[in-house]
């Protein structure tokens, strides 16, 4: 799992996006086992701390169960209640940004879509 750290955000928010990304992508499936808090505290050189604050926030969202003695697992239906949630996301707080600055730019349907015809 390769993260490019910013500054700009928490590094466990940074995780808990990046752990998103692997289920949204279909890297980590419904039914897989997250690596271990030791292991990715390892591989990624941050606090076991800050890695089980990012895990608990999955666990909290529901995308994540605990199973007593076996680890961290992607519970059924998260893909589909990410999915959800991102389009949301994006539908509510992106595009009206991005529709904003299309209009100020004054592109066309055929500009966005990469056409060469104006």
């Known amino acids: 799992m390769e993260i490019n750290w910013n500054n700009k955000e928490p590094i466990y928010l ?27 505290s390892s591989e990624q050189r941050i606090n076991p701390v800050t890695v089980s604050k990012a895990i608990q926030i999955l666990v909290d ?22 999915a959800k949630q991102e389009k949301t996301k994006f539908l509510e707080e992106e595009w ?11 592109l066309g349907l055929n500009e966005l879509l990469g056409s060469n015809e104006n």
């Open 61 to 82: 969202e529901e995308l994540v169960e605990k199973r007593r003695g076996l680890g961290m697992y992607v519970v059924t239906g998260a893909k589909d209640k990410l």
């Open 96 to 106: 009206p940004q991005i529709a904003e600055r299309i209009e100020r730019l004054g």
């Open 14 to 40: 940074q995780l808990r996006d990046r752990l998103v990304e692997l289920i949204m992508d279909g890297l980590l499936h419904e039914g897989d086992a997250l690596p271990s808090v030791r292991q990715i």
